[in-house]
């Protein structure tokens, strides 16, 4: 469920495994308790499997990021009711989707592939997809990113995190959780795990990064004395 931006006069209501978005008024003069009127329903080509909201700081600009099942994602511009943009690249259904401070654009799949997007800046919605990370062996199932800092985190279906930096489309390191079951504590235990686990190349950004940063704690590796 999503409400439109400044106002908040509608409501978006995207229904998992479903091929309908349905947006919804929200008048002052309803009566309290009585449905909101539909304004409008949008038919997809296939089931929406994930989806996300990518929105300017003085929300402006809001466009809704759709995945389906057929591996397409949609950005669905809010101001005018429209599909601005059909990113076609996944080979299976996009699993998982995230943005960063309406720079990047995230999407994962059930392929196990992570997919890094780079918005432009401006009106015009130009996205170009700057790299496909395969870092990971099993179907994403969460995304998430840091507010204060272009860094992401993906979890996949066998408890693998891999955090990237989105800047330079890299990847800083992944750590074992274990087994994949969903849990809601899983991206708190992430986070705690980050504080004192760490994989990868050691370098300067590496070092810059062993900090806190925003719920996770990414450590440094232990300098070699002598």
């Excluded at 408890?159 to 989105?166: C, E, F, K, R, V």
Aim: charged residues 25%; aromatic residues 4%; hydrophobic residues 40%.
């Amino acid at each position: 469920v999503f409400a439109t931006p400044m106002e908040a006069t509608s409501l978006l209501v995207v229904q998992p495994d479903s091929h309908v978005v349905s947006k919804y008024g929200l008048r002052a003069d309803a009566e309290d308790g009585g449905a909101p009127p539909r304004y409008a329903a949008w038919q997809m080509a296939a089931n929406i499997s994930a989806s996300c909201l990518l929105q300017d700081s003085d929300g402006t600009n809001s466009i809704l990021a759709l995945g389906l099942a057929s591996g397409t994602v949609l950005l669905w511009d809010l101001q005018i009711d429209m599909c601005r943009e059909v990113l076609k690249r996944h080979e299976k259904a996009v699993s998982a989707l995230a943005v960063h401070r309406h720079k990047y654009l995230i999407a994962g799949g059930a392929d196990g592939r992570v997919h890094i997007y780079d918005l432009a800046a401006g009106p015009s919605l130009n996205p170009q997809l700057i790299a496909v990370r395969s870092d990971l062996t099993a179907p994403v199932q969460d995304l998430a990113c840091l507010r204060d800092a272009a860094l992401a985190v993906a979890r996949d279906g066998k408890g693998i995190l891999a955090l990237y930096d989105l800047a330079r489309s890299a990847l800083l390191g992944r750590l074992a959780l274990g087994s994949g079951d969903r849990d809601d504590r899983a991206p708190a235990a992430a986070a705690a795990s980050c504080r004192t686990a760490w994989t990868g190349k050691r370098d300067r950004s590496c070092r810059r990064r062993g900090r806190r940063l925003g719920l996770i704690h990414i450590s440094e590796p232990p300098r070699r004395r002598g």
